[in-house]
């Protein structure tokens, strides 16, 4: 917790007394499209996104990147068109496959999700989110079977959630 309020900190630092990032250099706005995200601002964080994508059409962390932003404004078409560019350009991102489905999920389009979390799983073998996401949504669509296996594996990499999950759930 210590870490998440000095990195906030940190951040709010950063962004107000900075000025801007230095422009012509994607890196840098893709590092202040972050810490944009970081404070909540999730516009700014796309318009430095956008920037670091104008300079670098094929950069693959801002095309990730503000397609969470997306995410957190519920403009999940939007970015399920990035997290698909972010794959495009890096077959192996489960973290870009995790979100995808996350965003997938949330417009209740359940088969495609869990593709996602099966692809994301499949580049991550322990990728303990992956497997919590689709181990509840596998409960919710009545796998309990795979449900259960998903929170066991999850729970056994360190998942409270899943652990919490199975002890409320586990059982039935």
């Not at 810490?35 to 994508?53: D, K, P, Q, T, W």
């Not at 979100?99 to 303990?128: C, F, K, M, P």
């Amino acid at each position: 917790m210590k870490r998440l309020i000095f990195f906030v900190v940190v951040t709010f630092v950063f962004v107000f007394f900075s000025g801007r990032v230095e422009a012509g250099s994607p890196k840098k706005m893709v590092k202040q499209g972050e810490a944009y995200y970081a404070l909540g601002r999730f516009s700014e964080a796309v318009a430095e996104f956008n920037l670091a994508i104008a300079e670098e059409s094929d950069y693959q962390q801002a095309y990730y990147a503000r397609g969470k932003a997306f995410h957190e404004q519920q403009k999940f078409r939007e970015a399920i068109a990035d997290y698909d560019k972010a794959i495009e350009l890096k077959k192996d991102c489960a973290r870009a496959f995790y979100h995808r489905g996350l965003a997938r999920e949330a417009l209740q389009e359940y088969t495609e999700a869990v593709s996602d979390y099966d692809s994301a799983i499949a580049v991550r073998n322990q990728y303990e989110k992956a497997l919590y996401a689709r181990g509840a949504l596998r409960f919710k669509l009545d796998d309990r079977s795979g449900a259960l296996d998903d929170m066991k594996r999850a729970a056994a990499l360190g998942s409270k959630k899943a652990s919490d999950w199975l002890a409320e759930k586990g059982s039935r």
